[in-house]
């Protein structure tokens, strides 16, 4: 059995890692976190789970001795809890986005002290695109137009989201762009001709997607369009708890996610 702490525990993600982990016999929830001042604190998060109750108190801090803790936060309470496993221990898996390059370091010099996994999906099928896109784009060359266009609900918070990002770094590695001269982020205006260098990263926002990402490579004459569709946060959410079982007892270090998931490193 895998001991586990959640941080952001009642968020979307965070709390559908803490349902399913309820069902599963093969973790026990040790801590669950959420901000300071948080309406829940103090209760129960299996009753919060719509489960029976486990003993375990949402609170504002982490303890209870995790093996690993999976965070869907936002970078400021992710760093926070990230400093605080560190000190106890536990291995850190992070699905947050949007941190900042100081704050990649930081996380970066966590893991030289625990074992650590930064993804912003974990989706066996995200990843498996993540891992497949370079590999197309090199192979099909310089005269395939590249756009990647992500769709999410409409209380998402950060654009572009974390995925389409890692996409984009894939296929620039891949075909020796730099995407921070070669990335466009939306179009507006008289913007002259497509540059063949362009990645195009375009967002979309609106009810309650849970996350559409397509890439496109269009040529004249034809287009080959790769697309993942998130149907529940499930996908990702299970994802999360296997590649929680890899990092369990793992020394320091930063662990690739395809590796965590079971699939080959692209």
Same mark, same amino acid.
Request: charged share 25%; proline share 3%.
């Given at each position: 059995?895998?001991?586990?702490?959640?941080?952001?525990?009642?968020?979307?993600?965070?709390?559908?890692?803490?349902?399913?982990?309820?069902?599963?016999?093969?973790?026990?929830?040790?801590?669950?976190?959420?901000?300071?001042?948080?309406?829940?604190?103090?209760?129960?998060?299996?009753?919060?789970?719509?489960?029976?109750?486990?003993?375990?108190?949402?609170?504002?801090?982490?303890?209870?001795?995790?093996?690993?803790?999976?965070?869907?936060?936002?970078?400021?309470?992710?760093?926070?809890?990230?400093?605080?496993?560190?000190?106890? +221990?536990?291995? &850190? !898996? $992070? #699905?947050?986005? @949007?941190?900042?390059?100081?704050?990649?370091? *930081?996380?970066?010099? =966590?893991?030289?002290?625990?074992?650590?996994?930064?993804?912003?999906?974990?989706?066996? +099928?995200?990843? &498996? !695109? $993540? #891992?497949?896109? @370079?590999?197309?784009?090199?192979?099909?060359? *310089?005269?395939?137009? =590249?756009?990647?266009?992500?769709?999410?609900?409409?209380?998402?918070?950060?654009?572009?989201?974390?995925?389409? !990002?890692?996409?984009?770094?894939?296929?620039?590695?891949?075909?020796?762009?730099?995407?921070?001269?070669?990335?466009?982020?939306?179009?507006?205006?008289?913007?002259?001709?497509?540059?063949?260098?362009?990645?195009?990263?375009?967002?979309?926002?609106?009810?309650?997607?849970?996350?559409?990402?397509?890439?496109?490579?269009?040529?004249?004459?034809?287009?080959?369009?790769?697309?993942?569709?998130?149907?529940?946060?499930?996908?990702?959410?299970?994802?999360?708890?296997?590649?929680?079982?890899?990092?369990?007892?793992?020394?320091?270090?930063?662990?690739?996610?395809?590796?965590?998931?079971?699939?080959?490193?692209?």
């Amino acid at each position: 059995m895998t001991r586990i702490a959640v941080n952001g525990a009642c968020g979307r993600m965070g709390m559908r890692v803490v349902q399913l982990a309820l069902e599963d016999a093969q973790f026990r929830i040790v801590c669950a976190c959420e901000r300071s001042g948080h309406l829940s604190l103090g209760k129960d998060i299996g009753t919060l789970a719509g489960k029976e109750p486990i003993g375990v108190a949402l609170s504002a801090g982490l303890s209870g001795q995790p093996e690993v803790m999976l965070d869907f936060s936002e970078p400021k309470s992710s760093l926070e809890r990230a400093r605080e496993a560190a000190k106890l +221990g536990a291995a &850190l !898996l $992070i #699905g947050t986005t @949007g941190f900042t390059e100081d704050q990649k370091k *930081e996380i970066q010099a =966590i893991s030289r002290r625990v074992a650590c996994l930064v993804s912003p999906n974990m989706s066996v +099928g995200v990843n &498996l !695109l $993540i #891992g497949m896109v @370079g590999k197309v784009a090199k192979a099909l060359g *310089e005269e395939y137009d =590249i756009e990647i266009v992500e769709v999410h609900h409409r209380f998402k918070k950060d654009a572009p989201s974390g995925t389409a !990002l890692r996409l984009a770094e894939k296929i620039a590695e891949a075909t020796g762009r730099n995407l921070a001269e070669d990335a466009v982020y939306g179009r507006q205006g008289v913007i002259g001709e497509r540059k063949k260098s362009e990645i195009g990263v375009l967002a979309v926002r609106g009810g309650d997607i849970v996350g559409d990402h397509t890439v496109m490579f269009t040529c004249l004459g034809e287009r080959i369009e790769i697309i993942h569709r998130a149907h529940t946060r499930d996908a990702f959410a299970r994802g999360a708890l296997r590649a929680a079982r890899f990092l369990a007892g793992k020394p320091p270090g930063m662990y690739p996610v395809a590796e965590a998931l079971g699939l080959e490193k692209a």
